[in-house]
């Protein structure tokens, strides 16, 4: 499988569905494009895979290739979100977040690696 955004379109419909995260625990086993955040969310850890990385079929293998990308979302990760915003990150898709605080609204990727 080659991870890949699925088009404007579909992202914008977030036909992979969606799920809120509320606490504090990290998720670490679906792929999201994007998420909204609740106003002054702060994030503690955010991780993704290139778009377009090849041969990605296990949870295994995403955990392997993710690389910390809060450099390119945030000036510092302690930075409070705001609300009402969606937060993408630009030429990648996010495989692990964790909150400190606040909540987030995500939007999954229409394709989902579920396999350990």
């Given at each position: ?11 914008q ?11 504090t ?48 979302l ?43």
């Amino acid at each position: 499988m080659i991870l890949k955004r699925e088009g404007y379109y579909d992202e914008q419909n977030a036909r992979g569905g969606t799920f809120d995260i509320t606490g504090t625990a990290a998720v670490t086993d679906k792929q999201i494009w994007g998420f909204n955040a609740s106003e002054g969310a702060v994030l503690e850890v955010i991780k993704g895979v290139k778009v377009g990385t090849t041969n990605v079929s296990t949870l295994t293998e995403i955990r392997a290739l993710k690389e910390d990308i809060s450099a390119i979302l945030l000036t510092t990760l302690i930075d409070p979100l705001f609300g009402g915003v969606i937060y993408c990150v630009d030429g990648y898709i996010i495989t692990s977040i964790k909150l400190t605080s606040g909540s987030l609204h995500c939007y999954k990727q229409p394709t989902q690696i579920t396999a350990a």
